[in-house]
């Protein structure tokens, strides 16, 4: 039921793996402290992987966009990695497929970033 | 009319976010959708339950929220009441225009309008109920949401 997220550098890039459920209550707030976590320690160039994201509610769509506007904002890239046909098909209910720069695969991800 | 009924009393918690949840899956199961159908349902109750515990009871431990299942041959309708102070649903703004498109929230009754065939609010004295409708497939000659 719970989510789980850890994080791993490839060439630079911060990759957080999300497993689980992004909703109400301890998803978002798992999703929230840990890119608080990682731009505080000076990286703002963020891959969030939701290949095993199984479930995600509208709080954690919030979610979503607000570490997306958070990263932006200080100067930061924030891209979303392998979503799954669910978070797919809400993300473009919600028009924000087009706001995210979404990619399927890790390497092209990882050098789609500015350098 | 062939229906059954289930109705549960809740407290304004997340725990009756993920039990109400649950109820919705496991009755859209019984009642024969299909998996998108289950997901998008259950994730319409879990919005509506969100709003009555989050927005309309604000946690308070003294409100409930009640949320009545039925269910027919034809459909599985479900009415999330709260003891709040009421909802003006014209009052939403559209999370898809420009301006709120990268608002963290004012999805969820977006999405349940989205996912399920007809969504009704009532107001309550006090709270609000809202009853979300999904028909199952071959029973929905008029499709979409029919009122606010």
Redesign the interface.
Known sequence: ?TMKASTRQVDGIIIVDLSGRI???EGSVVLRDTIRDVVAAGNKRILLNLGDVTYI???G???L??S??SVRNQGGELKLLNLTK?VHD?LQ????YT?FDIKDDEAQAVASFSK | MNATRVSYTLESSLESVNKAEQAARDLAVKTGFDEEEIDRIAMSVREATVNAVLHGNQYDPKKRVTIAFEVTPESLSVAVRDEGKGLDPGSIPDPLAPENLLKQSGRGIFLIRAFMDEVRFRSMDPGTEITLIKRVRGNDPDGKEASK
Request: zero cysteines; charged letters at 20%; proline letters at 0%.
């Open positions: 039921m909703t109400l209550g509610d509208s709080s769509i919030g979610e966009v607000s997306f506007t669910k809400l209910i919600t028009k924000l706001v």
